[in-house]
């Protein structure tokens, strides 16, 4: 199955999982990932919570591309990475095509959807 189906396939699951008229945008999965690996449930979350979900997310979605690499947990439960190489300098779009990738093999590798 082409990247586009896969994508396809992922955007749909998220309009059913959550009960969606529409499909989250790209950073609401973002986000949403960041939440599953953090662990933490429902809950309120301040603004700089926020954004370490984002890049817990971020860190997790890269990690198989060899630009991070999880280190450990702190006693907060929060997921750390170390950055084992720099990110290259990419335009949006390719930025965007990077992270639609990651979130593909994200999807597959965790077995978030059957036929995939």
């Known amino acids: 199955m082409n990247e586009m189906k896969r994508w396809s396939k992922i955007e749909n699951f998220m309009k059913i999982k959550f009960n969606q008229d529409e499909t989250p945008d790209l950073n609401t999965i973002i986000f949403l990932i960041g939440l599953q690996e953090f662990g933490g449930g429902y809950r309120r979350y301040k603004k700089d919570d926020k954004m370490n979900l984002i890049h817990i997310a971020v ?39 990077l992270i639609k990738k990651a979130i593909i093999q994200y999807f597959e590798d965790e077995k978030l959807i059957e036929d995939f």
């Open 59 to 97: 860190c997790r979605l890269l990690e198989p591309f060899g630009y991070y690499k999880f280190d450990k947990y702190d006693d907060d439960g929060w997921p750390h990475y170390i950055t084992l190489e720099e990110l290259p300098d990419l335009k949006s779009n390719e930025q965007m095509l």
